[in-house]
């Protein structure tokens, strides 16, 4: 096991949630300056931005191994992936969430909401099309919702989950369904040989 959580960066990964966590509730309501191309500007925080870096950092992890080996291991590999993953997810969601009765920072609830469905949407990305790609797209995910998922009146459209504020209770859930069909995706995937055809 130390092997597989050396390749996969592990202790990388845990470093990663836990800066992004420090970031994302000390610097997470600074709101940054992004074009929007529909609708009207509303406030995009730093926050929404902060949190993709774990689910980055998984993707490197997972990109770093030989799959060709792996394909034939007798070892459920991906099943350990999406493992890790959730691992982190619900670690930085329980940490979170002590911050959170703790001091009472909203930012905290949107902090430990975001990196759990940023590492569920790159994981069902993962499934079909490899880690790298995953980590490519999942990346610009936060920037084209900055860009598109306002309304008129400057709030978060309802599809654009991943920018509401911490009492969405829409946002909480669409996050928590992310993370677990993340990992099922992920879990399921039989031969991740194949990923090497998208590089």
Known sequence: MNWWLKARAAQGLAGAAALTVVLGILLGDVELPIPVLTGQAGVFLAGHLLTVLPAVVLMYGQERTDRRIESTAARPVNLWNACLGAAIALAVAAA??????????AMAIVSGRNIGAYIGIAMILAAFIGPRASAVLTTLLPI???????????????????LHDANSGIAMTAAAL??????????????????????
């Open 96 to 105: 979170t969430g002590l911050i959170y009765l703790m001091s009472g920072s």
């Open 144 to 162: 084209g919702l900055a860009n598109t998922g306002w309304t008129p009146s400057g709030k978060p459209e309802v599809w654009a989950w991943l």
């Open 178 to 199: 992310a993370l677990a069909a993340g990992f099922a995706a992920l879990s399921l995937r039989r031969n991740p040989a194949r990923w090497r055809v998208l590089h």
